[in-house]
């Protein structure tokens, strides 16, 4: 029964059609975004934030909000290729999909452990999903006397904070603390809370994801001469305008802690820009629609504020493009 599962699974996944290729790097090593909308409010044309960054190979999703396993499969990967996880940060709206990611590798029998890396309090958050794997472990397939791998035996968890750099499988990766909080520097809420920017250099390449961040003279370093910035924005206009819609209730004072909010904690398209000519980068894909993306009017608009401050290329990234 379980070599039979385990075949239509992957003839499942490989039935999957992959993406369009539009900036496919050489040796195959690709950025894919595989969710392209800002939660934490879901969209019924976007996934949630959620990449994949394949080298040599091996797949690490970057982020994996509500729907990434689908997504990825969407993207020709079937999910026993995900080596790690990378979590810029522990909002629901980018980690909704690990637990789907643990589990079904978990139920498949996936022999390879896999290694989530994240701030302060993955760890936390990684055994309450391994503890919630717990009853399907047990009864397995339904099988008397069926062995099923301990959950807390197929991941690994390594936090990361501001400053860490590693080497993993070739590539170095480093994380920088941004301003999507704003915690003290040294508080107990900012050791015990952090939101991190990612920067990935390949033997060829060099990738910085900015994770939700506002404006960081941090990431800015972190992003020095990168080949490529994965950058997230917000539309202000939209976002309000949508809030007003959904809560016309909304008292003042939770307006105004809102709209601190999402002006100190997010990058509106200016500011995106101001990012990518001050870290000399070569090219920016745009992600994490805060706001959404209405009409192709007002998203070609986002370009031309980002390309008065950036003049390299810029593409709005959608669901399951390849850079």
């Given at each position: 029964m379980r070599a039979s599962l385990l075949g239509l699974a992957a003839a499942a996944a490989l039935a999957a059609s992959p993406a369009t290729a539009q900036q496919v790097p050489p040796q195959g090593d690709a950025f894919i975004t595989l969710g392209t909308m800002g939660g934490p409010v879901a969209s019924r044309d976007r996934s949630q934030p959620a990449n994949a960054l394949v080298h040599d190979g091996r797949v690490y999703l970057v982020d994996a909000g509500d729907g990434?396993?689908?997504?990825?499969?969407?993207?020709?990967?079937?999910?026993?290729?995900?080596?790690?996880?990378?979590?810029?940060?522990?909002?629901?709206?980018?980690?909704?999909?690990?637990?789907?990611v643990l589990g079904l590798r978990n139920q498949t029998n996936v022999a390879e452990k896999i290694t989530v890396y994240?701030?302060?309090?993955?760890r936390e958050l990684v055994a309450g999903m391994v503890a919630s794997m717990q009853p399907a472990a047990k009864v397995g397939y339904g099988i008397p006397g069926q062995p099923w791998a301990p959950p807390a035996d197929t991941v690994t968890v390594i936090e990361l904070t501001d400053g860490d750099k590693m080497v993993v499988d070739g590539m170095t990766v480093t994380a920088a603390q941004n301003t999507h909080y704003d915690f003290a520097p040294g508080s107990v809420e900012d050791r015990n809370?952090?939101?991190?920017?990612?920067?990935?250099?390949?033997?060829?390449?060099?990738?910085?994801?900015?994770?939700?961040?506002?404006?960081?003279?941090?990431?800015?370093?972190?992003?020095?001469?990168?080949d490529l910035l994965v950058s997230e924005m917000?539309?202000?206009?939209?976002?309000?305008?949508?809030?007003?819609?959904?809560?016309?209730?909304?008292?003042?004072?939770a307006k105004q802690k809102l709209e601190q909010h999402l002006s100190t904690h997010h990058l509106t398209p200016e500011a995106v820009g101001d990012l990518a000519a001050r870290a000399g980068v070569k090219a920016v894909v745009i992600t994490h629609f805060a706001?959404?993306?209405?009409?192709?009017?007002?998203?070609?608009?986002?370009?031309?504020?980002?390309?008065?401050?950036?003049?390299?290329?810029?593409?709005?990234?959608?669901?399951?493009?390849?850079?």
């Open positions: 990434a396993v689908q997504q990825l499969t969407r993207a020709g990967y079937q999910l026993p290729r995900v080596h790690a996880v990378f979590l810029s940060h522990l909002h629901t709206d980018h980690t909704g999909g690990l637990s789907a994240g701030p302060p309090g993955t809370y952090k939101s991190l920017s990612l920067r990935f250099d390949l033997p060829g390449r060099s990738i910085v994801y900015t994770g939700d961040t506002g404006p960081s003279a941090a990431v800015e370093r972190l992003a020095k001469g990168a917000i539309d202000m206009a939209a976002t309000m305008a949508a809030v007003a819609r959904n809560s016309p209730n909304m008292p003042a004072p706001g959404g993306t209405p009409d192709p009017v007002r998203t070609q608009g986002y370009i031309a504020q980002v390309r008065a401050r950036f003049a390299g290329p810029i593409t709005l990234a959608n669901d399951l493009d390849r850079f």
